[in-house]
């Protein structure tokens, strides 16, 4: 992700919006539910912004830094994936220390990066698992490729390339090779990143099923029921 000067209208306006959307998340999050899912949610949690912890700088205004926020709606669901995502960016943004992000404190940039790092992606995982389930056969498998793997994929695409062109559009000035070397490079370590989490999905869906929260184990291995 980058982190170069907003315009403070359009900033504020996109921390509102954001915050907005945070506020409507914590009000969805099942409080009272099961103290498995909390588990879940915190363990989930914690190794998502460990992974945000290992930031490399590359200059020019761009870090490269774990994605995560697709795997996390997958196991915990869209309103606690978009509070663990607004949580950890905030820690970045109002602390110039915060999680080895010794250049992240810019509140300003807080909406932008939250909605382009976990609004963007976790409302597109939202809609892969509802078109897997609603176009294809209920089948564990179906699930599997479906969301845990291409649908990450696809996901990961659209938040990096997104992002790659919101960069070119507002920054200062792109540097040389960013679209010939820096997104491709990108795209191929996204990729493997999602090749590993479709596998914990998978491990998680088959031997831990209520770990999954997107995983509907009453569709996809009691169809007809």
Known sequence: ?????????????LNLVVALLVVEALRRVRWSGPTFGHLVWALAS??????????????LELKMHYLGAAFLAVLVGYPRALVTMATIFAFEAFD????????????????LRTFLMAVLPICTMWFVVRAVRRYLPANLFVFLLGAGFFGLVLTCTMQLLTAALVFSAMAPEVPAGFWSNFVPYSLLLAYGECWLEGFVVSVLAVYAPQAVALFEERHYLQPGR
């Open 96 to 111: 110039p220390l915060a999680l080895g992000h010794a250049t992240a404190g810019d509140p300003m940039l807080w909406g």
């Open 1 to 13: 992700m980058f982190s170069f000067a907003l315009p403070v209208v359009p900033a504020l306006a």
């Open 46 to 59: 914690g190794g998502v912004a460990l992974g945000h912890a290992m930031t490399i700088p590359l200059g």
